[in-house]
């Protein structure tokens, strides 16, 4: 797989590779890596041919939505099947989510409770993404701790996604347990960007209506 990313001598570009996965998902596995320039890199490589496997999984989808939309006329899911269908196509393309991950870094460039990785351009493709390894521990991890910790985290948390919705229209679209970590200073840092939406300014105005 890397030698379709980066070339036969894709190694030379690292001091050391794990090839042992430290995160695995359903598009693709994270690798621990060192660069020359001693800088610790994760490297998110995408499963071969994720492609064919999307289009015949959204195929399948689409039938069982036909099924469904033919006993209950209720919920029309023409456009739930294609929305479903936009985003998982998008989440193919490492360049989009490195792009995506250029947003948010400006985005949260004055903020210090969330953390964005770096991307390095020249190390990603298509179906490689490079970026900076952040250190951090589990969320559950402070399930336990003291109240001031955990009103923090859930600050931090709240601000990390809500921020970019209310401000830039923006919604980071996966976030479940494994796409954050807590950093040391009790910060937010923040992965897998693969999964976005962007909305206009008269849907955040709608929504920022109804909760007022």
């Known amino acids: 797989r890397m030698v379709s990313e980066l070339g036969e001598n894709w190694y030379d570009n690292f001091n050391y590779f794990s090839k042992d996965a430290s995160q695995a998902a359903s598009l693709g596995q994270v690798h621990k890596a060192i660069l020359k320039n001693k800088k610790i890199v994760a490297c998110k490589l995408q499963y071969p041919d994720m492609n064919s496997a999307?289009?015949?999984?959204l195929k399948q989808l689409n039938i069982i939505f036909s099924i469904y939309q033919s006993y209950n006329k209720a919920?029309?899911?023409?456009?739930?099947?294609?929305e479903v269908n936009e985003r998982l196509l998008e989440e193919l393309d490492y360049i989009r989510e490195s792009k995506t991950m250029g947003i948010y870094s400006e985005i949260f460039s004055n903020k210090k409770y969330v953390n964005i990785p770096k991307v390095y351009n020249k190390l990603s493709t298509e179906r490689l993404l490079t970026m900076e390894w952040l250190n951090g521990k589990k969320?559950?991890?402070?399930?336990?701790?003291n109240l001031q910790q955990r009103n923090k985290?859930?600050?931090?948390?709240?601000?990390?996604?809500?921020?970019?919705?209310?401000?830039?229209?923006?919604?980071?679209?996966?976030?479940?347990?494994?796409n954050y970590t807590i950093a040391k200073d009790l910060s937010i840092n923040l992965f897998d960007f693969g999964c976005m939406r962007f909305f206009k300014g008269k849907f955040i105005e709608g929504v920022i209506d109804l909760y007022e």
Do not use: C, V
Request: net charge positive; hydrophobic share 40%.
């Open 54 to 57: 999307i289009k015949a999984d």
């Open 153 to 178: 985290i859930a600050k931090n948390m709240f601000m990390s996604w809500y921020y970019p919705f209310y401000k830039y229209g923006i919604i980071h679209g996966d976030p479940h347990l494994g």
């Open 75 to 82: 919920i029309k899911t023409d456009e739930i099947f294609k």
């Open 139 to 145: 969320l559950l991890d402070f399930k336990n701790k």
